[in-house]
């Protein structure tokens, strides 16, 4: 157990529905990231937090996708209007400054 | 664009024997490079890192080299047990703002046969 908390761990929706996945980080890590990964393949980010500000997204994060970090704490990651190529693992990170990141044990997406 | 990635997408070897893992990268700014184990179900877990201004570095059972000459990294894994069973990812990182940013490679299966 890393510390990084990811909820829930298997999500299976239908393809239209919105999903919210949550991540809880280490406690005294003000960084906080997210990944996505398919199978066989590498975790991809997705974007990045520092505290509640988030300063980074990418391409990969269409306007279906939002994340925020409202108290600089834990997060959420929303997908709106899912799609069967949203099915992937969703992970989330944590850090310090210039410190290297814990990952949790993510959260399953299926999109049936 | 840049790129990591393992020139083998599987290995196998006896319990006991030494395994090695490579990866090629082609982006050679980046800061540092980082090999991680991820086991089924469970997110990436840190084994070994290294700075681009190293070419080794050992840890408990493992050693990690840089070769910046022909940008290749490689993970050894001494005398491999069960629990060694797992996909390895290499990534590199370049540091951002204070932000890590990791790039991972596609990784490879390791499976250690009893």
């Known amino acids: 157990d890393t510390g990084v908390s990811q909820d829930p761990r298997h999500k299976i929706t239908k393809r239209g529905q919105n999903v919210t996945f949550r991540c809880d980080p280490i406690?005294?890590?003000?960084?906080l990231y997210w990944y996505r990964q398919t199978l066989g393949q590498g975790p991809e980010f997705l974007t990045y937090f520092q505290n509640e500000a988030q300063l980074e997204k990418s391409r990969l994060l269409s306007d279906r996708f939002s994340a925020e970090r409202p108290k600089g704490s834990f997060s959420t990651l929303e997908i709106q209007r899912t799609e069967q190529g949203d099915s992937a693992m969703y992970l989330c990170a944590s850090s310090r400054k210039n410190e290297k990141l814990f990952f949790g044990s993510g959260t399953q997406l299926s999109v049936l | 664009g840049e790129s990591v990635g393992l020139h083998l997408p599987t290995l196998s070897v006896q319990e006991g024997d030494n395994s090695i893992i490579n990866c090629a990268y082609s982006?050679?700014?980046?800061?540092?490079f980082i090999w991680y184990k991820q086991e089924s179900g469970k997110g990436p877990q840190f084994i070994i890192d290294?700075?681009?201004?190293?070419d080794k570095r050992q840890g408990q059972r493992v050693t990690v080299l840089l070769n910046k000459t022909v940008k290749h990294l490689s993970l050894q894994i001494a005398a491999t047990q069960p629990g060694d069973s797992a996909v390895y990812f290499c990534?590199?990182?370049?540091?951002?703002?204070?932000?890590?940013?990791?790039?991972f490679g596609q990784g490879t299966r390791l499976t250690i046969n009893p």
């Open positions: 290294i700075r681009s201004n190293m």
């Open positions: 406690s005294e890590h003000n960084r």
């Open positions: 990534a590199e990182i370049s540091i951002i703002q204070g932000a890590q940013k990791l790039v």
């Open positions: 982006n050679s700014a980046s800061d540092y």
